[in-house]
């Protein structure tokens, strides 16, 4: 049985959790480690499991509780070289092990894949987790869908999946103006209907659960999220994330 959780997933901080019955990994370490292991508990969920956790670039709500989780429960960190350079000191790492973009990374039965993606940091990369046959992807942060995305997500059986803000609310909203032209462009963030195209636009045959992920507190609601997909809700179990508390655990 392969469990999957968004134990954070917003601007604050993010970090997603895939596990069997002996081992897990995590992507991103965005909240502190004591939210971490609350909410972890909470759920169910083991962090003596955890044999690994991966970051997707260094931007704070990904990397927040990174260093005081490795060094305080022996949990190797995976960076591109880029990425921990550009991280702050504070928030790097002993425990380090560095890919570079396009590697695959085995870790128990867990074979994670890397791949590079738009956004506007130094090397950002996202993931998709292969277990038992089955393929789980990690797809936030993305400015706009690359070859790459298209071809990892069309391979997934389930995504966590980028639907950062409804286009309205986002111009429409307190953002001052830099800021929102910078999260509506191709280096910025997935809206609810750039993410529901992209699912349409590619052979999602395979994708049977998508987490929506990476929700704006400002700019967006889950509701008009979950609207979004709505043409999508008969082949596909859309599950929506919070920022505030871990998200149902998903098991396959």
Same mark, same amino acid.
């Given at each position: 049985?392969?469990?999957?959780? =968004? ?14 019955? *002996? ?6 370490? !965005? ?17 003596? $499991?955890? $044999?690994? =956790?991966?970051? /997707? ?7 927040? !509780?990174?260093?005081?989780? &490795?060094?305080?429960? &022996? ?28 590697? &695959?990374?085995?870790? !128990? ?8 993606? %738009? ?10 987790? /292969? ?23 069309? !391979? ?38 750039? =993410? ?11 994708? $049977? ?26 082949? %596909?179990?859309?599950?929506? /994330?919070?920022?505030?508390?871990? *998200?149902?655990?998903?098991? %396959?």
């Amino acid at each position: 049985m392969i469990q999957i959780c =968004a134990i954070a997933s917003g601007s604050n901080g993010n970090c997603y959790y895939i596990g069997n019955n *002996s081992d897990a990994v995590l992507v991103d370490a !965005g909240i502190s480690r004591r939210q971490i292991i609350k909410r972890m508990k909470l759920m169910k969920l083991d962090i003596r $499991k955890v $044999k690994a =956790a991966f970051i /997707t670039h260094e931007h704070a709500d990904h990397m927040r !509780g990174v260093r005081v989780l &490795s060094d305080q429960h &022996s949990i190797p960190i995976y960076f591109t070289k880029p990425t921990f350079k550009r991280a702050r000191p504070a928030d790097r790492p002993k425990n380090v092990e560095f890919f570079s973009p396009g590697d &695959s990374v085995q870790i !128990g039965e867990f074979t994670i894949h890397s791949f590079s993606k %738009i956004h506007d940091a130094i090397d950002p990369v996202s993931f998709r987790v /292969t277990i038992n046959g089955k393929n789980i992807g990690i797809l936030t942060d993305i400015g706009k869908p690359c070859n790459n995305v298209n071809e990892h997500l069309a !391979g997934c059986d389930v995504a966590f999946l980028e639907t950062n803000y409804d286009e309205n609310l986002l111009w429409n909203g307190p953002y001052p103006y830099h800021l929102k032209t910078r999260v509506a462009s191709d280096v910025g963030h997935l809206s609810n209907r750039q =993410a529901a195209e992209l699912v349409a636009n590619i052979d999602s045959s395979k994708l $049977k659960h998508i987490f929506l992920s990476h929700i704006s507190a400002d700019n967006n609601r889950i509701d008009f999220a979950m609207e979004a997909f709505n043409g999508l809700k008969k082949e %596909i179990n859309i599950i929506p /994330t919070s920022r505030y508390e871990a *998200s149902v655990v998903l098991e %396959i």
